[in-house]
């Protein structure tokens, strides 16, 4: 749901809306909808969605990160081109939520509008409210260098060695847990691969901290049908959220893979925490954020 631009008129139309600025479409259009699947990578959604052969595209910016105040991660792109021979920007915004994307796309053929409809664009995506609350979620980390990655489920990043399954080690990212107090064993129990055996001993428990956020790393054992694993499990903390991840290691990888652990542990960056909303002012007819 995005907040209603003073002066502007509001045409809901095709499963969306399409907001028009009070001086005409020329002057600026957005159109705005929600819970869009699946999930592509922003340029990707440019690309397969820019299918109008009147528009000649001349500069396309990379995508800027943005977070809502809601604390939610989105995308800002700036299009320059031309649109019948006539200058014109694409202000594009993406906000992604747990398995879908809103898409706020605005374009402006009057030159002198250009600023004034990026401006409203980056408000609508800042105040944008999926109303999604506490919950778990991906979070920001760097991938282990040269690993593969996948989506087993859903939320969760598992990364393979280039040598797998040779090498049967398993990295596994989970979503942020909104800390509710878990203990160890509830811990233990939940954060393990598909397939991955079950813990059958822990080994030793210490603190860890990437400088940013502390937590703790327990060295497990597990027995399966191939034998022994040792899986280290590292739960960082951070404000209302965990952080958890967990590595199986063949007993002879154990001691490499745990320095990959760290090294990703290192990356982890906390989840934006929410802001207040902001208003509109309007000036000379034209809703523009304070």
């Known amino acids: 749901m995005i907040p209603r631009i003073p002066g502007w008129t509001w045409l809901a139309r095709d499963g969306g809306v399409t907001l028009v600025h009070p001086d005409g479409p020329a002057a600026g259009c957005i159109r705005y909808r929600e819970r869009l699947r ?37 995308a800002f792109v700036r299009i320059d081109g031309l649109l019948q021979g006539r200058p014109a920007r694409r202000a594009v915004a993406f906000i992604y939520g747990d398995d879908f994307y809103s898409h706020i796309a605005g374009l402006a053929l009057q030159p ?18 999926l109303g999604l609350g506490e919950r778990r979620r991906r979070f920001l980390h760097a991938p282990p260098r040269g690993w593969q990655a996948l989506e087993r489920v859903a939320l969760h990043a598992y990364y393979f060695p280039p040598d797998y399954p040779r090498n049967r080690s398993v990295l596994v990212v989970y979503p942020a847990l909104p800390d509710r107090g878990w203990r160890e064993p509830d811990l233990l129990s939940i954060l393990l691969p598909i397939d991955g055996p079950a813990v059958t001993q822990v080994r030793a428990r210490r603190a860890a901290n990437n400088g940013r956020m502390a937590g703790e790393l327990w060295s497990c054992l597990c027995s399966g049908l191939e034998g022994q694993t040792a899986r280290d499990v590292l739960v960082l903390r951070k404000g209302r959220y965990l952080y958890p991840m967990s590595l199986d290691s063949p007993p002879e990888r154990h001691r490499h893979n745990r320095e990959v652990l760290l090294q990703v542990a290192q990356s982890v960056v906390a989840l934006p925490q929410p802001r207040p909303l902001q208003s509109l002012q309007v000036t000379g007819g034209v809703g523009a954020p304070r």
């Open 112 to 129: 002198e509008r250009f600023d004034a409809l990026e401006a409203v664009v980056r408000h609508l995506a800042d105040q944008e409210m």
């Open 38 to 74: 699946p999930l592509h990578r922003v340029l990707s959604i440019i690309r397969a969605q820019d299918n109008d052969p009147s528009f000649e595209l001349v500069d396309l910016r990379q995508p800027q990160q943005i977070v809502t105040a809601e604390g939610e991660f989105g």
